[in-house]
């Protein structure tokens, strides 16, 4: 089916930036949306961006606008999530994650990388 495999988490200070790499291969002609989605210790998942793979549209989560930004190199089928002004709160393990139905469940998801934000 579609494989994706993410890369770039780390640990950071508050402030600083880092880029988080998706990967994806197989079927990847039946992806219709990409997202990041983050799970912090104890709190539910929550989908922090996403981007159409043909159309390229982009959302965000309030909490991350203006320090976020998704992106997607259709060569290289990789999407990325540049982050800049990391606070504290973004600590969290980032999936990527990836659905073949408009407004469906993601079904296809990465193994997660732990982004860590000191103060």
């Known amino acids: 089916q579609v494989q994706l495999v993410e890369s770039g988490g780390g640990l950071v200070q508050a402030g600083g930036s880092l880029r988080l790499s998706c990967a994806a291969s197989?079927?990847?002609?039946?992806?219709?949306?990409v997202a990041w989605v983050r799970q912090a210790p104890g709190k539910e998942r929550e989908i922090a961006a996403s981007?159409?793979?043909?159309?390229?549209?982009?959302r965000y989560r309030d909490s991350v606008k203006g320090r976020f930004t998704i992106s997607k190199d259709n060569a290289k089928n990789t999407v990325y999530l540049q982050m800049n002004s990391l606070k504290p709160e973004d600590t969290a393990v980032y999936y990527c994650?990836?659905?073949?139905?408009?407004?469906?469940?993601?079904?296809?998801w990465g193994q997660g990388t732990q982004v860590t934000v000191s103060s």
């Open positions: 994650a990836a659905r073949d139905t408009d407004y469906s469940d993601y079904n296809y």
């Open positions: 197989g079927r990847t002609f039946k992806i219709t949306t």
């Open positions: 981007i159409t793979w043909r159309s390229g549209a982009l």
